[in-house]
């Protein structure tokens, strides 16, 4: 299931504020939810607004189908009348936190178009995954193993809300780990048989043969888990980073079972806590998602750009919506970088109206025209690095003032190389200088 | 930027008083957007500046009947408040800030709230200012039509190297290529129509880079 | 006193490598330590692995000063020999971190290179501060004046070291609070004293004069913390959030003398807890410079760009480093719009030797032609920003693979409409579907 | 993408090799760039394309000393390792995955990194093929010297609409813009000398974009 609208009343400096969060018309997907949305704008917006407001909303639907409570104050009751359009596979139906006003008192409660919310269960379950911006990265993962918090360990693979406010994100990592242990210890195991059989001169050449076609034909079936991490998911990533996963099993000492470890690709391992701040945001972030590998699920992520260099910013989108199976993600980002990998209706751009203080979404189509892909006027795919920042993010000229200056410098240099009479090596001399000032300001001469 | 002739006055009732106090040398009182004439000014100079930022000939204020001269009524502007993206910019920042002569009609204009702010109390050199009777755009300035940006003209030969420099130092200062995008996207359909054989609609803004890109390409 | 030169014998990537930190040949401080530093590269090159050495060395030096030990081991012997040359008012002198083996064994001492360190003291002596990329932002201000720890807030006015790593950064709100408090009890006491004076008709008409003119005095002759603090430093940054410091003192409740309040242009209150990220990022880095007034310091600086939209990245540079004198700021960003702050010698740009594995600084000038700035070849300063996020930052061609085809379609149509036997219709008709096109692309028609 | 004529050939050995395998119709062995005629063919490619990249004409071996003929001896090429930016690209993606004719010396080219690695396995159409016999980049091709892109040419009229989009997805396949920024400098500052009247030095690469420029321009 996705979110096809959200409607919050009043709430901070929303005010009668709607979301249109499907495909517009003329797309192949026209009418449907959007598969990913991005949250831009100035600091204040409420972009981590909005993905909280998903959040609650989700949260509390969840409580309520559990808990079969009915107008149960659920959460702050200070986000007011708030709702989503969910969208099902056998339908669209409009879930809300509303306050209701009974004989008995005032409620702030959770309740469903027409429908009892715990009835429709089977319709619109999912899972939902929370990246809130300051996510605590740990700083060593070898020593969680010891952690008393380890033992409550829940099963993550059965849990609704993987809200990493609450969860270490650390756990994960031994989630995941359990299966790449099991399946070394399984090629221990067998490679002590075949070498037990072989170290026995009484077994004859067949028995030997077939131990070791059967080893053969395990290693064919069974995909490595490490290998699949390496090969589909990690390594396209933390190859930027000149790094890679370490797949061979170098059995040294039994603490080499034990973890996923990260080497350079020239072969030398890097401890955990030596990765730097963006490696290992990009490994434990995507690790929950390749570990439990989500279907049908909301994904809310709040600056996935954190740390990371331009050039991986370009494609973390990508990265991380290869992993969940029809699942919808809202990213919220100050990044231009990432905001380059959605199409215009995508994006959600959120301003302050100056007016009425209140806080408006910017729409990229022709308003007068209509909501229809031939109408939209910013296409944030389209830009260059310059197109991004000025149309997508509003910033006046350049990053800095000398800029200015000096390409009027330039433009005076090429008019005086131009009208002026000079000397052939004047001429040259002048026409040096142009090339080197270009060159500093690159800009090319046409 | 275009010449601007500031001597069509409809806010008859500030000009008078302006003059009152010139002529009786008096200090003008501080300069604060609540005085009873400041949308006289204003509008007055919309009016003048045909809606358009008098420095990078942006256009500022959406709609001509704003201005209409039917808007004025004994000397004085009486529609409401105006959308515009203006501000009243005092040319010379000593006149205002020292504030013997805040109010003098000779040093107003209207200009784009950016270019007023970037602008600031950096001094100014008359050398380029609008309203100078022989204030002549085709002769101080050449438009580079790849970078979109004003520059000193140096192709006539006229300007001194001094001139030249004062000149690039005051495009700086009055801010006169901070619309350098727009205005780029604006001329450059333009041209490209022309080059098409098309015949484009009169220019509404940026008419100066339009006219001196037009004579640099024989167009 | 600022640092001159880095040197790192080895540790983690970085082996016999040496940082030259002073203004070129032909810059009018040519020879002198840089004012500002700003470190890029890839994740993992080490950016803030640079930050830490400065930090460790620095700290070890206050420690061999504080305590006078001599050849004892200071930190974690890991980082090998390394070292920093100083440069004070009477010359510059290298202090480092050496692997020292005497008769009695090995240890990890600071060694400075003639003299005896304690003894420079007061010629070397200067603040550190160290903003970690991770720095905890309290979530509300208000509740920490009821916490315990808050009873052994140290003077951060006398500390040397103040280390957001261990500080909590809220602690500082309280250290300036209490200026702006104690100026509000202030005016409040001498309104009283006023209006008890005006209570009591016995009282001449001169008394009540002079006691006004008195009040009138003060407040004309004591600076408003709380206005000094607005005008010169908060609402230049946050007016872009559509926010400003609340001036006035408006007294209702107890409460509202009690801390700094932010609120919206228009006037209505923002509780702190409901600020964005962004914003309360750069109201509570700021404030530490604002309130304990750097001279003379280091700051080093992890991510600036943290939770900030384009536009204040592009001046964040510019506004912490105009709230210390003489000081010499270290940052390490992904920001290209961070990066335009700098002149070229001012950045250092980090890049992995595919074949050592170690990391070495990539060189923006003609090394055969020598370290001047006329050799200096990038120049982030006057780039847009295609060309920081290309030259600076080496990304190839545009943030999304689309763009190229849509360009290769624009010079189809161009072509088409140039060579192509069309009616006037035909024309038109082309040429509109290249305006729209060009102008999807922000491709300016030439 | 400038026209390729494989007819030299200084690897011998290995030229003999493959035609056994062709004449004999064997397959091929597995492609691995340990294979010992690897160098051979990267080195005679080296040779034959001048050192530049296939497709896109970007430098990508930086001296031409490291293919001199002097480096071969009986067939085989003697030299050490080469600094370059290159990988042995093979033209048509199936004949390499699927191995029966992985070493053809008609399929193989010596092209930029990244081209190699973007193109990867994606379906070739032999319109754009540099050492096609009747292969004519100034037929197919045009240069647009503003955006610093090739496409298909309309300008001749000789190429039908069909064409032009096999031609403007193969420009894509092959990467050839993917150096549009280095292409842009090294084209713009030759073209720009020419404008001013100076004679640049003979392109050392990007040929053929300059060529059409210069055409378009009439220089």
Redesign the interface.
């Known amino acids: 299931m996705k979110v096809s609208e959200l409607y919050i009343k009043k709430y901070h400096q929303f005010e009668d504020f709607t979301l249109n969060l499907t495909y517009p018309e003329g797309h192949k997907l026209a009418g449907q939810p959007l598969n990913k949305v991005c949250f831009i704008g100035q600091s204040g917006t409420g972009k981590t607004t909005l993905l909280n407001v998903l959040k609650v909303i989700i949260l509390s639907i969840k409580k309520e189908i559990q808990e079969g409570h009915k107008n149960i104050m659920i959460g702050q009751s200070d986000y007011g009348d708030m709702s989503i359009d969910i969208f099902h596979k056998n339908g669209c139906i409009k879930i809300g936190l509303y306050n209701v006003h009974m004989r008995n008192g005032s409620y702030y409660a959770v309740q469903c178009e027409k429908d009892n919310i715990v009835e429709l269960q089977s319709e619109i379950w999912f899972k939902l995954f929370n990246y809130p911006s300051d996510i605590d990265l740990p700083k060593n993962l070898y020593a969680l193993r010891n952690k008393a918090e380890l033992i409550d360990n829940p099963k993550l693979k059965d849990e609704l809300i993987i809200n990493f406010e609450n969860y270490n994100i650390g756990q994960i990592w031994e989630t995941i780990n359990e299966t790449v242990i099991e399946d070394r210890e399984t090629e221990i195991r067998k490679s002590l048989e075949i070498s037990r059989l072989l170290k026995d001169p009484i077994n004859s050449k067949e028995l030997i043969d077939k131990a070791t076609n059967d080893f053969r034909k395990w290693r064919e079936e069974t995909p490595n888990p490490i290998q699949d991490l390496a090969d589909n998911y990690l390594d396209k990533i933390i190859g930027r980073f000149n790094l890679k996963v370490k797949t061979e099993l170098d059995f040294e000492k039994k603490e080499d079972i034990e973890t996923i470890k990260i080497q350079q690709k020239n072969g030398k391992e890097i401890p955990f806590e030596a990765l730097s701040t963006g490696t290992k945001q990009v490994i434990l972030t995507a690790l929950p998602l390749y570990g439990l590998k989500p279907k049908d699920s909301i994904i809310l992520f709040d600056e996935p750009e954190r740390s990371l260099y331009p050039d991986i910013q370009t494609e973390i989108v990508d990265f991380y919506t290869s992993m969940a199976e029809n699942s919808q993600f809202f990213f919220a980002t100050h990044s231009p970088l990432v905001a380059a990998s959605f199409e215009p209706w995508e994006i959600v751009e959120l301003k302050f109206n100056e007016e009425t203080g209140n806080v408006e979404q910017e729409l990229y189509y022709d308003v007068e025209k209509g909501r229809h892909v031939d109408n939209y006027i910013i296409y944030p795919q389209y830009l260059t690095y310059d197109g991004i920042l000025?149309r997508v993010f509003d910033m006046?000229?350049e990053p800095n003032n000398l800029r200015?200056?000096e390409?009027?410098?330039?433009?005076?240099l090429?008019?005086?190389l131009?009208?002026?009479k000079l000397s052939p090596e004047a001429k040259k001399e002048k026409f040096e200088e142009i090339i080197k000032l270009a060159d500093q300001l690159d800009?090319d001469l046409? | 930027m275009r010449k601007i002739d500031k001597s069509k006055i409809l806010s008859a009732v500030y000009k008078k008083w302006e003059e009152a106090l010139e002529n009786n040398q008096e200090h003008h009182p501080q300069y604060t957007a609540s005085h009873r004439f400041h949308k006289d000014i204003v509008m007055n100079l919309y009016h003048i500046q045909g809606g358009l930022c008098a420095y990078t000939e942006m256009k500022i204020l959406a709609s001509e009947y704003d201005y209409d001269e039917a808007n004025w009524i004994k000397g004085r502007f009486k529609k409401g408040k105006s959308k515009h993206l203006g501000q009243l910019e005092h040319f010379d920042p000593k006149l205002k800030t020292d504030y013997p002569k805040s109010w003098l009609w000779d040093n107003l204009f209207m200009v784009l709230n950016?270019v007023n702010h970037e602008k600031a109390d950096k001094p100014t050199d008359s050398i380029l200012k609008p309203d100078r009777p022989d204030y002549d755009p085709y002769e101080l300035l050449?438009y580079?039509?790849?970078?979109?940006?004003f520059?000193?003209n140096?192709?006539s030969?006229k300007l001194s190297q001094s001139e030249?420099d004062r000149i690039?130092k005051m495009?700086?200062v009055l801010g006169i290529?901070?619309v350098?995008?727009w205005r780029?996207?604006y001329v450059?359909?333009r041209i490209?129509?022309l080059e098409?054989g098309?015949i484009p609609d009169p220019a509404e803004e940026y008419m100066t880079a339009f006219e001196i890109t037009r004579r640099n390409l024989n167009l």
Do not use: P
């Not at chain 1, 390409?407 to 005076?412: G, S």
């Not at chain 2, 580079?144 to 940006?149: A, C």
């Open positions: 000025k006046k000229n200015m200056n390409l009027v410098k330039l433009a005076t090429e008019s005086q131009k009208h002026n800009w046409k | 950016e050449d580079d039509f790849e970078k979109h940006i520059f000193a140096i192709k030969g030249i690039n495009i700086d290529n901070f350098k995008d780029k996207k450059s359909e490209k129509a098409f098309i």
